[in-house]
């Protein structure tokens, strides 16, 4: 987090006007809210922008596949909810492991919150989440309505979903996902892109 970039708080979009090594200061309004982080490990600076980070596997082993990897590809848009005292050391991580900017619309401070929350909200249908095998790890976004979509509350898969090359928001990068991809995967996760494409494709 640097300063100037723009925050999201429970009292409305704010600005962050200040840094250090534990503290952070952040305007809303007319009034400055200083928040006291916890000790977060450094962002290491050694690789460059090449380096691809070698993917973590996650609690199911569907997630390592290349069709499930193309479906949420073309449908995954990833946010986060954090406690304030936390945002420092998962912007750290999130930095280090993407080399991209953690400002985003989609990274929410949320101070009524003991600890964070990862989310995949998944723009498809129930039929699309079935056929790729996800029902059981997804709930609709709407409560007992599955046309605004689905979500997905795994910290951990969230973070293996990063290492791969997803990104906060829906602006993924393709060829870091198909790079920590077996040669044999590759086609399957053209397979699960187009599984969407070609539904849209007929409506």
Known sequence: MNVGDTVVTKSGPGMVVSVSDD?????????DVTIHMAASKPVRKSHSRNYIPKPKK?????FDQGRTLGFLFATATLSADIPSDKVMGIAHRYEDTTLSSWDSPYVHLVDNKW??????????TAEQVEQIGLTKFMYP???????????????????ALVDR??????QHERETILHSLHESQRELFDAGVASIQDEDKVA
Do not use: Y
Not at 115 to 124: C, K, L, T
């Open 23 to 31: 503290a952070m200061t952040i305007r809303v309004g007319d009034q």
């Open 58 to 62: 996650v609690c199911d082993p569907i």
């Open 165 to 170: 090359g997803f990104r906060l928001g829906c």
């Open 115 to 124: 600890g964070s929350e990862m989310r995949i909200h998944v723009d498809a």
């Open 141 to 159: 976004r709407k409560v007992g309505d599955a046309s605004g979509g689905f979500c997905l509350d795994s910290n951990r898969v969230w973070w």
